[in-house]
């Protein structure tokens, strides 16, 4: 089963839009917990990946009544976008529809905290773009 992803275009190389993306979200007042270089981790095994990061990331007043909906959504949360670039040499923000990941759960579909989610996210997403 296919997750379904939103993608949006950015403007700059992964490492800047990384950086957007990073100081978007703090200044959002979320908590960064990991900024993962996939490009770093392939060239430590003298591998080749096209430039990817990840940011790991979330806000425990958005996450906190999402797990008290149902505590599986912590399988889900923090929040993650990959920020990574094809093989056209495009670069774009990746992450999963919060209604979307964590829809089989007992969370009802109009909680609050998922639009939320999703606000954020694309909020934080096209700040980051340049768009």
């Not at 990959?82 to 829809?103: I, N, S």
């Amino acid at each position: 089963m296919e997750r379904p992803l939103k993608k949006i275009a950015a403007n700059q190389p992964v490492p800047d839009t990384m950086d957007a993306l990073e100081s978007a979200v703090v200044n959002a007042g979320a908590r960064v917990f990991a900024r993962v270089n996939h490009g770093a981790g392939a060239a430590s095994i003298d591998q080749e990946l096209a430039p990817s990061e990840l940011l790991v990331f979330g806000n425990p007043k958005i996450g906190t009544p999402a797990m008290q909906a149902d505590p599986r959504a912590g399988l889900f949360l923090p929040l993650k976008v990959l920020v990574y670039q094809d093989a056209d040499g495009q670069v774009w923000l990746a992450y999963e529809d919060p209604a979307e990941m964590l829809g089989a759960l007992d969370i009802p579909a109009d909680a609050p905290f998922l639009a939320a989610m999703t606000g954020a996210l694309g909020k934080l997403t096209s700040a980051a773009a340049g768009n």
